[in-house]
């Protein structure tokens, strides 16, 4: 099957032109769908009803406690410890987010599980803030493994027996994040050539995610050192290019990876983060979510191919769902009158990559479904969700007065 879509974009949008959909090498499932009447198109209840059946299904590892997120990089031959706290906290946002999940007694133990899990990973040897590599993931682990900490407090949903140890872990995020900042730069990177104490150059894709935990962490009232977040945003803001993309990794330079059709899931987490931050402005947001639709296509020719970085623009398959979680993200920060619209363009994209088991996959990895999925499933939920913290985070409201 391959078919072809045609959506026109009018106002703040350009016209988005024809684009093809391509099999999955990792299940040779193909998109099932190609949307030209709203009507066609799936429930965004059903289709997010579907993503929590299959990430519950996908649940893996010693205690079935993991959604280990899989790529070509291993170590010791295995899956990474920080690939694997990080897809298991992705997916149990996604649980989490997900509606009923009060009423849902598998996905409550499920959650459990994972967190139990994230919190015991403290414990292995290679996510320790001592360790020392030049290609470093347990940044994703520290992030992400915070942010499903801090989200289980927020939504009042941290199992009562690993309340204790699951402050312990948080702060054991927290000192592993400070500890791994590119020093006098600011920011973060998992991949460092000069080694991991040398001066490195900061990720936007790495550094936006990892604000967005400590932004949450502080309106917590955790101590989070302000020096450290303001460095982090300020690579952010050197990293953005005059054409608005943001560079690999780095300053402001030009490269082909920096090129606006490569760079658009960067430009979608910088612009949503610095927005957050007071230091961006909704006419960028805007822009980078306009950027995406317009050149979603050169995401989709990546999406489950072999290899990483290929030319023209240096597009990652891994950057696909990234790219939608962050579009998803940035579109609830536009103003209420245009979400709408929007919404409807994000949800006839995302739709015609679903694959016909009801899943999504960006890789050529069966088990990469588990990430694909959960990340699908909350840009469908986002616009249900809280707006994610800014920096600083608004003062607590003043007790009423009592006369």
Known sequence: MRRTATRRATGLMATLLAFGLASNPATGQEPANSWTDAADMPSVADAVARGVEIILDRQ??????????????????????????????????????APGYDE???????????????????????????????????????????????????????????ADAAEEAVQFYLDGIAAT????RGGWNYSRRAGFQAPGRPSPFMTGPTLLALFEAVRQGYEVDADLIEAGIAALE????????????????????????GS????????????????????????????FIVHWDWLDQRRAKNGTHVKPYGVAPYYFYYAHYFAAMAIE???????????????????????????????????????????????????????????????????????
């Open 264 to 291: 658009v899931g960067r430009m979608l987490v910088g612009e949503a983060t610095l927005l957050l931050a007071g230091r961006g402005s909704v006419d960028r947001v805007r822009g980078a979510v306009d950027a």
């Open 238 to 261: 050197a990293a953005r290019t005059p054409t608005g993309a943001f560079v690999y990794a780095g300053d402001n330079g030009v490269s082909s990876r920096s090129a606006v059709p």
């Open 60 to 97: 893996e590892g010693e205690g079935n406690a993991e959604w280990p997120y899989q790529g070509v990089y291993r170590v010791n031959g295995k899956i990474p410890i920080g690939y694997r706290v990080g897809g298991s906290a992705i997916a149990s946002h996604a649980l989490l987010a």
């Open 181 to 184: 900042a590119i020093p006098e």
């Open 104 to 162: 849902d007694d598998a996905r409550q133990a499920a959650v459990a599980r994972a967190t139990q899990f994230i919190i015991e990973s403290t414990d292995h040897e290679l996510m320790q803030h001592a360790f020392e590599s030049r290609y470093d993931v347990r940044g994703w682990g520290y992030a992400y493994g915070l942010a499903h900490l801090l989200r289980l407090k927020a939504a009042g949903r941290m199992p009562a027996e690993l």
């Open 333 to 403: 920060l536009l103003p209420d009158q245009e979400r709408e619209e929007y919404r409807r363009r994000f949800r006839d994209l995302l739709f015609s990559v679903r694959l016909e088991d009801g899943a999504w996959n960006d890789r050529v990895f069966d088990r990469s479904a588990n990430y694909g999925t959960a990340m699908s499933v909350l840009a469908l939920v986002m616009p249900e969700l809280p707006r994610p913290t800014g920096f600083p985070p608004p003062a607590p409201a003043a007790p009423a007065a009592v006369d």
